[in-house]
T-cell receptor, first 115, second 113 residues
Framework: NAGVTQTPKFQVLKTGQSMTLQCAQD?????MSWYRQDPGMGLRLIHY???????DQGEVPNGYNVSRSTTEDFPLRLLSAAPSQTSVYFC??????????????FGPGTRLTVL | GQQLNQSPQSMFIQEGEDVSMNCTSS?????WLWYKQDPGEGPVLLIA?????ELTSNGRLTAQFGITRKDSFLNISASIPSDVGIYFC?????????????FGTGTRLQVTL
C-alpha cells in the first residue's frame, strides 16, 4: 500500500506557465481533496471530489482546475501560474461514511515556487 | 472561509517539559482532530475526538473535546526531540458527502536538549 502519492515533490514555474500536480491513492477512497499550506494560514481547501466524475470547489478555488476520471487519481491544474500560488500543496483522501470520522490520509506534498 | 484559532503559534521548550496547546472556534463541531506534520511531510492524524467532554490519550499525548464543542486541547507530556513539528487541530461538521474539515493555523513546536 503506497497510500497517497504526489508528484513532483518540488517545482519552479515562471508566471503564466501551466502545470499539473499529480495525486494518486491506492486505498479505494471515495473522497479526495487538495489543500494549500501557507505560513500562518494552516491548510486551506482548494477543490475536492466525492467520487469519479464529481468535483466541487473548496475555500480557495480560483486559478485551479481539477478532474476525477478514476477513483485513484485526482490531478490539480494551474492554468496560468501566478506568484500568489507559491505554496506547498497537499493531496488527501479518505473514505466517506454516514457517521463519525474516517481518517484522512495526506500525501507528502508538492512545494511550488512561481517566479 | 472560517479558520480555527490555535495558540500558541510557536513554542520553544526543553526536552522533558510538558506542552499544552489549544484550538478555539466561533462555531461548533461534531468531531475534533489533532494532526502532526513533520518537516517536509504531510500531516498525520494523532487523535480523533467524537463527543463533547471526551478525553482521549495516545501514548504521551492527551486531547480533550471541549464541553461547548467550540474548542479542543492537546497536551504532550515529557517532550522528546522527535516531538518537533507543526501541530494542527481540525474540526469536522456534517457526515458523509456533506462533511467538511476546517483546519487551524498550526502550533510550531521546537524542542531543545
Amino acid at each position: 500500500n503506497a497510500g497517497v502519492t504526489q508528484t513532483p515533490k518540488f517545482q519552479v514555474l515562471k508566471t503564466g506557465q501551466s502545470m499539473t500536480l499529480q495525486c494518486a491513492q491506492d486505498m479505494n477512497h471515495e473522497y479526495m481533496s487538495w489543500y494549500r499550506q501557507d505560513p500562518g494560514m494552516g491548510l486551506r481547501l482548494i477543490h475536492y471530489s466525492v467520487g469519479a466524475g464529481i468535483t466541487d470547489q473548496g475555500e480557495v478555488p480560483n486559478g485551479y482546475n481539477v478532474s476525477r476520471s478514476t477513483t485513484e487519481d485526482f490531478p490539480l491544474r494551474l492554468l496560468s501560474a501566478a506568484p500568489s500560488q507559491t505554496s506547498v500543496y497537499f493531496c488527501a483522501s479518505r473514505r466517506l461514511a454516514r457517521s463519525s470520522y474516517n481518517e484522512q490520509f495526506f500525501g507528502p506534498g508538492t512545494r511550488l515556487t512561481v517566479l | 472561509g472560517q479558520q480555527l484559532n490555535q495558540s500558541p503559534q510557536s513554542m520553544f521548550i526543553q526536552e522533558g517539559e510538558d506542552v499544552s496547546m489549544n484550538c478555539t472556534s466561533s462555531s461548533i463541531f461534531n468531531t475534533w482532530l489533532w494532526y502532526k506534520q513533520d518537516p517536509g511531510e504531510g500531516p498525520v492524524l494523532l487523535i480523533a475526538l467524537y463527543k463533547a467532554g471526551e478525553l482521549t490519550s495516545n501514548g504521551r499525548l492527551t486531547a480533550q473535546f471541549g464541553i461547548t464543542r467550540k474548542d479542543s486541547f492537546l497536551n504532550i507530556s515529557a517532550s522528546i526531540p522527535s516531538d518537533v513539528g507543526i501541530y494542527f487541530c481540525a474540526g469536522q461538521l456534517g457526515t458523509g458527502t456533506a462533511s467538511k474539515l476546517t483546519f487551524g493555523t498550526g502550533t510550531r513546536l521546537q524542542v531543545t536538549l
